[in-house]
């Protein structure tokens, strides 16, 4: 991802902060149990937040890691491609393959979406990047690119075998999200730009409640920046879902405007937050270097992430039914 602009305003913090606390996400936090108890039963949305099992993410992570360099058409991208299809056999998974023009030439991309069924016609959408820097040859990126990749994959534990209702949650793996040499419009979030073009075409976008992204969410000193492209009342859900689970403190520190692969599903009119923490050691020096590495991360960052995505579906499902 690219960093449009940082603003470190204390005004904007404030104001998106005093934005959240307002009397109606408090109604709505009050509210939510008392729907669920309601005399028309609500069978859909668990009732109490899910949790993760984070120790299998860092599991999954390292596991991602150890192919090394998974950049576009290299040896280790055709490894942990493998992996996930082996990791997700028996489920419902697509893949969404396309030839992608870069500034290196032609390459054949594949993103991995993995569909687990709701009980109405929307959809929840949690998504990451799997790919990694093309240019940098020792860069593994555990955090950026395999952070994500790996949490997708305990995502699908925690959904699989569910008996959900409400709007089916999909979950999509993203290839080519990195430039292959500088970061510009054209040469950048490849996947997603494909399958945001395709969904927009065949009116698939207009399913989709909401888009979760979940990018370099590893780091162990965790702290998920305040994105200003996505859309505001979902990065309200986001913080509101934390609250629940009591990890405010691992949120909206900063304000920031990311480039990433939410870009064209907001363009295509689909609610996106980005749940990014884009300051990866200090002054954000392990960020596309060979430090980007395994004992950067911590399993209490994947279970503070992981569990506010869980959370976050569960507010999503249940307002389904309000
Ligand atoms: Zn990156």
Request: include cysteine; glycine fraction near 6%.
């Amino acid at each position: 991802m690219h960093k449009v602009l940082l603003a470190v305003s204390m005004v904007l913090i404030t104001a998106t902060l005093g934005c959240t606390a307002t009397p109606s996400t408090k109604t709505a936090e009050a509210s939510a149990p008392v729907a669920a108890a309601a005399s028309e039963p609500v069978p859909d949305a668990p009732l109490k937040p899910q949790h993760i099992d984070s120790r299998r993410t860092m599991q999954y992570v390292k596991e991602i890691v150890a192919f090394g360099r998974r950049a576009p058409g290299s040896p280790g991208m055709a490894k942990q491609q493998a992996y996930i299809r082996a990791k997700l056999k028996g489920d419902n998974l697509e893949e969404d393959t396309f030839k992608a023009t870069t500034p290196d030439g032609q390459f054949q991309l594949t993103n991995f979406i993995d569909k687990f069924p709701g009980t109405t016609n929307d959809v929840i959408v949690i998504c990451g990047h799997y790919d990694t820097l093309y240019a940098q040859k020792d860069f593994v990126g555990a955090n950026d690119g395999g952070s994500s990749a790996a949490l997708l994959l305990e995502l699908a534990d925690q959904f699989r075998g569910k008996n959900r209702t409400g709007p089916a949650v999909w979950l999509v793996w993203f290839d080519g999200e990195e430039a292959f040499q500088k970061w510009t419009d054209t040469d950048s979030t490849y996947g997603s730009r494909h399958l945001a073009a395709k969904w927009q075409q065949d009116g698939t976008s207009k399913r989709i409640k909401a888009l979760l992204l979940v990018d370099m969410i590893g780091d162990s000193d965790l702290n998920i920046d305040h994105d200003a492209n996505s859309t505001a009342w979902l990065s309200d859900l986001v913080y509101q879902a934390a609250g629940n689970l009591s990890h405010k403190a691992y949120f909206y520190g900063r304000n920031t405007a990311i480039d990433d692969d939410h870009i064209p599903f907001l363009h295509a009119g689909v609610p996106c937050v980005d749940i990014i923490d884009l300051d990866y050691g200090y002054n954000n020096v392990y960020w596309h270097t060979a430090q980007d590495t395994v004992d950067k991360l911590s399993a209490n960052s994947f279970q503070v992430v992981g569990d506010v995505v869980l959370e976050t579906v569960r507010l999503l499902s249940n307002r389904a039914h309000q």
